[in-house]
């Protein structure tokens, strides 16, 4: 993780230096002000995966020594089957065409998305995938 917060340190350092010359030669506040909340963005992750990487055993990345099989094994719990993202995305969908034909339409799109997220996040505690 010292490699990716390195890495996220130095994009936020070029992005303020492009936000600065974007600044001074542009004189456009929109772009000038999104260079640096990218900046911010940058330097708030950059810091997290520094802070982290101090807590946590070196990893894989970390050694100059080290194969790509090292990095090798389980990486956690991914659900097999869900129909909960379905029932998110026809929500998701319906709430954006809402914007575009009326806000009545997020009346029938919030329900929608609503059971689905209550479902995914309960998924696996009922039924017989019941895990916890």
Known sequence: MKVQGK????????ILGMA????VWSKEPAGTTALFLAFGLS??????LAFTARRVDTGAQDRKDAEVADD????????????QPLSLAIGGAAAFLGVIFG???LYFSLPVILIGLFG????YYRGEDQRY
Not at 7 to 14: D, E, G, I, P, T
Not at 20 to 23: E, T
Not at 43 to 48: A, C, L, N, P
């Open 7 to 14: 890495m996220f340190l130095w994009l936020a350092v070029f």
């Open 72 to 83: 090798a094994g389980e990486l956690g719990f991914f659900s097999p089957h869900s129909w």
């Open 43 to 48: 330097v708030m992750i950059g810091y997290y």
């Open 120 to 123: 995914w996040v309960f998924e």
């Open 103 to 105: 806000w009545w339409l």
């Open 20 to 23: 600065i010359l974007y600044g």
